[in-house]
């Protein structure tokens, strides 16, 4: 859960462009920031928090980041996850970020062109 106000400021930090990929079994992307702000209002009721401890940068716009997801699924039983994120900038926003299974996958991920909806400039 977060404040209206966070939202908003993350919102502020997000490529047009941006591409995330949640940590789902499905694997669903989100594409822009509409679809990002939509997924915020829609989970904004949900307890869902996470914790970065681990930051590998690969240069000034790629970085591996290895954290921890807690939440709450369908079921109501809290869960305490291990995540490593794929992360890249774009003009300094977030441009891309998808949840990898190693720091090897993320750093694959990181070296291939964007999929999807995001477009390259």
Not at 43 to 57: G, L
Request: charge should be negative; avoid cysteine; hydrophobic fraction near 40%.
């Amino acid at each position: 859960m977060y404040a209206r106000g966070e939202a908003d400021r993350l919102l502020e930090a997000v490529h047009p462009d941006v591409e995330i990929v949640l940590k789902t079994t499905a694997g669903e992307t989100l594409h822009g920031r509409d679809e990002v702000a939509a997924f915020l209002e829609e989970t904004a009721a949900r307890f869902h928090e996470t914790h970065q401890d681990v930051y590998r940068p690969l240069d000034d716009e790629r970085i591996v980041v290895e954290g921890r997801m807690r939440w709450i699924d369908e079921d109501r039983i809290l869960r305490d996850d291990p995540v490593i994120w794929a992360i890249e900038f774009r003009d300094g926003l977030l441009y891309r970020s998808t949840p990898a299974p190693s720091v090897l996958a993320a750093e694959t991920i990181l070296s291939a062109p964007p999929t999807g909806g995001a477009k390259s400039p």
